[in-house]
């Protein structure tokens, strides 16, 4: 019983190969991207790999020295989930309960999504907040990018043809807490712009990872932003000088959801009331 | 005489609802026939062209292809509501982007997809008119070069590409000396898709005989039979409509989709042919709601008597008339509101553009017009220091007054619509309401509408079976609003027997009495008086001979519970419907039917009291009214409102299924949400920009407040069945408006363009412009 | 070019066919005749096409058929005699939860999985939990209404 075209591996090296060798091979993961666009014409391919099949690429495990490895293949509902993700890690799982609908949520992966790379994407700017690793297999071996690198362009990665994401590192959460603030028309949409903020508590201060999704090619994040929030989170020019810096590095474009000119007006005023929320946590806390 | 009613009043669970909960009910999507094919539509890359020529070899040369049409193997035949300027498929002329050019059936789905991106098609391409204003100018390309010829149902003034023009004034202009204040403003609004969430399509079957059946989504297997029949130059005799169970239409259903073209290649090839669209193909080819570019202006007295306005309409129509003329000509009727004025003008101009048709949608142009109508209410409110909600009621219309043109107003509930939702909301306590958030601004907002329930024709028949059982056929068509219940309770009411006892045939050209369809919000009204009447008719039938079986006079008869006839005052002499039956067709006077039949014929203007021109539609109906109000908060970081509760009281006369009206009220409500918040077409130059459900969102569960509480108001209209007029629509009109009055309340800005986007509520607040 | 599957639906083994483009909504609803799934917009959005796969709710439309052999199916039609879902399909219809239908199947799937693993959702709960089920009818309100008193019949 098999139909021409599919083939379902059982090792990430077998996947390699055939999308080696298989003419027009694209990799299924949950199907969420792939199936809607052969769906609507815009993809057909002659071969299709799923990663069903791959053990390594499932599920959410501790590895030495305490960090979090996520499979590929971990479905948003299982991120979601996940009560390791705690601290600064949070906000990698607050992203993941705002994509879409518990539906969606049981078929779309975390290795689906990113490897798509849409701007206006949940985890893009979550992962970059989280100091996250990407993990890739590929015929010359395997390789691990900074997310903050991975996402290179509109709908491009640092994914060379032939590598799949096999899975995402993140490092040991930190104490302190996340906030993925996502703003779109309805509940369930694309974000019109989003805000991932990680904010560590160390001795004496706070460290902060701010990333701003759906206002770019890819999550926008200034280092020296990051450092005068750190200085300063409640701090009123702190936040608004972060929040024009930010908005200046964004490169949005007019789009069904929004014009590019309201998410320059707007990213600045969602960064605030998110460092607002945050400076309310820290005190309160 | 038993005074409980046994069936209207009650929120009897309907009865089409059990096969949808387990799934077994048959849509269009859902019905096969042996020896099916199935078809698919090459559309038009351009919005205005000629077309040159065709080439069909390559996608003949497709295995699988039974059969390919282009615009040359239909006639010169044309359809339409109002005028009739629209072929089957484009035939000369493409008007619009995606506008069908050829057609195919096949053995598979993906064969006639493939056949048909096959055709090649010769254009030569024309320029296309995108703007209303642009089809004004004296050097616009014309988009209907036989305009004159076309036949018009009524004076229609068209010319160059002005499809239709009408004004309706009442009064004396010189009641504007008499205000003391006077707003005036400019408002837009923008396409909404009607998103069914079942999408379009048809099934047609040449039968035996040489006739043909077509199954298909729609809202009037009338207006089916009527649209195939004319584009395809078939006499009515020909065709034979049915409906499987619809998946909604709230206006996209109501006029010809595809079932010219599927019944064409039906024809054709002989066989039966099955053509679904997909969503995509639903945004791009069916219809959608108009967009309106309107001028206000309303003025009243200093003690908040409201005395006169003036409203002008330049409306885009698209590239056909459809149901266009018709909006134009409601949407003037409606922008009075349901209040007085000593002076009353409203005036429009239709125009074709090179788009999608603009057509029917639940509201029919009210909702645009009392976007602009009821903010400058309030406008005229806040300048006195009036409240919005007693201003309305001073000047508001009562029942017997004259509505805009001169129809009179049987049943008037307005007053205790306002009284109900004043209470209910807390209005007065308005001024403390209390934000949910910091950077939050919260507020009330309030507006009132009427609607009306009729038009035009339809009948009822209803037959007792030998066993005393009844089967009713009325034709009409429930698209899930709950008219197939309704029309039974009404029945069963009528006769009183119990409503399962009350069976419906499924509207069928063929048998059932003509229905101009569901929409209008007139089936409970229009269609359950034909049916009070029918029973009525039965109801005589049955006590003759009664009378003849239990010797006495018909007027000494009474019907009893449970399908009995007796004598008043003697219980025990009754005869049962199944006795009299039985005689009616073994012995006696035959099978007993009662029928009727009737236009409703309530004109919409008195020429003695104003003066239309063009005005499309000679009789309207009955007048529903409504008051809403709504609790909303905007966010001031970034313009998003959210509404958190709302109070919608609508006067149906007499919930017929008190179930079903809210049902009516709450979904309305939830529809006009999307509309006043974030639901637009977009186009892109001539291209539909946000064709899909990715790009076109509509409310979800959590988009909308749980908190909306259907208030149902009874103020009972003549001639309406047990009192009843219709609701299908009333609830969505004054959703913007509502919204925009409590933005205005909360934040202090006024929206004059639909939707209200963030964007739009943001810039506001920063006092810029857009 | 297709070939043939082996899938398990409503309890049962069923040789399809399928190229490799086919979803699982196509197979139910052409082959399997199993048509209480529809097609809204077969885009993953509506959730009109909502079944379960392996006991929980996916959207048929985005499921390759290819890719769900060795799964189980699960479709309305096969939930006639489950004691949760009729309780449903009755609160459905005593509520005024149901206009035109369409919507209904896909929700009612969607539904029960949320009182599966949320027995006593509040109104909040179940508007987030159903909030992947477009309905253009209802307004919602009857929906939640539905939800809550099935989910009050049973032990608390």
Redesign the interface.
Known sequence: MSVPGYHRPATVDAAVRLLATAEGARCLAGGATLVAMMNANLAEPQNIVSLAGIAELSGIAEQAGGSLRIGAMTRHRETAGETRLTGTLAVLREAARQIANPVVRNMGTIGGSIAFSDPAADYPPALVAADAEIEIAGAPGRRCVAAVDFFVDWYATALQPGELVTGVLLPVARPGFGIYRKFARVTGDFAIASVALAVARELGGISVRVAIGGCGPKPVRLAEVDAALGRGLGDADAVRDAGERLAAACDPVDDTRATAAYRRLVVPRLLAATLAQAHKSLEGR | MNDLPQAVGA?L??I????????????I??L?RPGMLHGAILGSPHAHARIKSYDIREALAVPGVQCVLTGDEFGDHRMGAFIKDEHAIAKGKVRYVGEPVAAVAAETEAAARLAARLVTVEYEELPAILEPEDALRADAAIIHEELQAYFKVFDAGSHANVCSRTSLVQGDAAAWAACDVVVEGDFTTRPQA??????CGALAEPEASGRVTVWSANQSVFRVQANVCESLGLPMSQLRCVTP????G?GNKMEAHVQPIVVKLAMASGRPVKL?L???EDFEIVRARHPFKLRAKTGAKRDGTLVAREVEVLLDGGAYADDSPGVLGYSLLMSSGPYRFQYMKAAGTLVYTNKLRFGAFRGFGNPQVSFAGEQQIDEIAGKLGIDPLALREKSMLRAGDRWFGGAKIGSNGLAECIDRVRKASGWKGRGSLKASAP?RKRALGAACTAHISGLLATGAIVRVLEDGSIVLNTGAVD????SDMALSQICAESLKVPVDRVRLASPDTDGSPYNWGTTASRVTYTTGRAVVAAAGEVERQIKAHAAEILECDAIDLELRPGGQVGIVGVPEKAVSFHQISARAHWAKGGPIVGTNSFVYDGPSVDPKRAVGIGVPFPQIGVFAFGALVIDAEVDE????VEVLRAWSAVDVGRAINP??V??QV??????GLGLAL?EEM?WDGARL??P?????????????P?E?NAIIVEAPEPDGPFGAKGVGEIGINVVPAAIANAIAAASGVRLNHLPL???RV??AILGEAG | MSGFLSLAVNGQLKEVRAGLTDTLLTVLRDQLLLTAAKRGCNQGVCGACTVLVDGRPQRACLSLAANCEGAEITTLEGLRANKAVVRLQQAFEATGAVQCGFCTPGLIISAHWLLSQNAKPDADAIRAGLCGNLCRCTGYRKIVDAVTAAAAETAP
């Open positions: 929120g669970r309907r089409d609802v059990r096969e949808k909960v387990e799934g077994r009910a048959q849509y999507a859902d096969y009607h998103v069914s969430l079942e999408p169970r619809v998946g909604a709230f679904i997909t969503r995509e950077g698209i899930g609003q709950g970081a970034t313009g998003k179930v079903s809210e049902g709450e979904g309305a409500f939830v529809q974030n977009v920009v946000n899909s459900l990715m790009d076109y969102k509509v409310p979800t569960s959590l988009d909308v749980y909306i986007t963030p964007e943001l810039r």
